[in-house]
């Protein structure tokens, strides 16, 4: 009996070991497939890191942009950004109105044309392709003391067409209005005028010929109104709603604010036809990062 268990006890303690070992290399084999796979990934990532560096390097040039005085803040921000990126590359961007933009564009002398509009179809017909990268709302603005707060469509086109001279007539006090506008070829001035189907109809006392100086004269003249693009709003003015609605991202999202418009970038043929480097731009407007310095400009995004 002593001989028979001892042999059993051997036996017990063989298979007890020969499973340990068994353990010992199912454990050692799963980490090393673990650490292939890890080893893997990092190789993966240092590839696609170089590849990216590879591609920054690489990408070298000048593109120049010329329009709208409207995307000024929105172009400047997008060339500082972009030029971060690549430090190799150049980008301009000159703000002489929207028309002029697109005109530029279609003869070659820039890359892009910037619009703050739909382009026309006489533009569209010279070979020059729309490519919306934002919308931008239209605010109308008065100086800050006045009471009035909020206006129909109606009530608007009347005062920009003439009809309305007077604050008390739209509930405000007894004082003249001051329509102040943008100069003939503005974007702003075009989109705005479309929107009230107002054009060649407006009455102005004022036309100037951009965005801050639109901002500077309300702000400055009692009973004035203008309109400017929704991301330079500041507490130099007072935005006014129109029926009933602010002027925000969520209301002209919703279709509930009317005076809205697109920024255009065009280009002289599809994006897929230019450089490598107009090519690159644009890819980096629709990426999650352009998207981002889109909103951070007060702009509301393409969704793509």
Request: glycine letters at 10%; charged letters at 25%; one cysteine or more.
């Amino acid at each position: 009996m002593k001989k028979n268990g001892k042999k059993i006890l051997a036996a017990v303690g063989s298979v007890v070991m020969a499973a340990g070992m068994l353990a010992g290399c199912g454990s050692s084999s799963a980490e090393t497939t673990t650490a292939a796979k890890q080893t893997t990934k990092a190789a993966e990532q240092t590839d696609a890191k170089t590849e990216a560096a590879k591609e920054t390097a690489d990408l070298s040039g000048s593109i120049s942009m010329v329009g709208s005085t409207s995307m000024e803040k929105f172009a400047n921000a997008l060339s500082e950004t972009f030029m971060e990126k690549y430090p190799k590359v150049t980008v301009t961007a000159e703000f002489v109105g929207s028309g002029a933009g697109v005109e530029a564009v279609a003869n070659g002398s820039a890359d892009i044309g910037n619009a703050s509009r739909n382009l026309k179809d006489e533009e569209k017909a010279k070979g020059v392709v729309e490519n919306i990268v934002a919308i931008d709302g239209i605010a109308v603005v008065v100086d800050p003391a006045n009471t009035v707060e909020d206006l129909t469509k109606d009530q608007l086109a009347g005062i920009y067409d003439g009809t309305v001279t007077n604050w008390k007539d739209v509930g405000g006090s007894d004082a003249p209005i001051v329509v102040v506008g943008r100069e003939s070829g503005s974007g702003t001035r075009t989109a705005f005028e479309e929107l009230l189907k107002l054009e060649d109809k407006c009455k102005y006392a004022n036309e100037l010929d951009s965005t801050g100086a639109v901002m500077a004269k309300v702000a400055s003249t009692p009973g004035a109104i203008g309109y400017v693009s929704l991301d330079v709003l500041d507490d130099t003015v007072k935005a006014l709603k129109l029926d009933g609605s602010e002027p925000t991202e969520e209301n002209i999202k919703a279709g509930n604010y009317f005076l809205s418009r697109p920024f255009v970038m065009a280009t002289k043929g599809e994006i897929s036809e230019q450089n490598d480097l107009v090519k690159a731009l644009f890819d980096f407007i629709h990426s999650e990062e352009g998207t981002e310095l889109v909103k951070s400009v007060g702009l509301i995004s393409v969704d793509k």
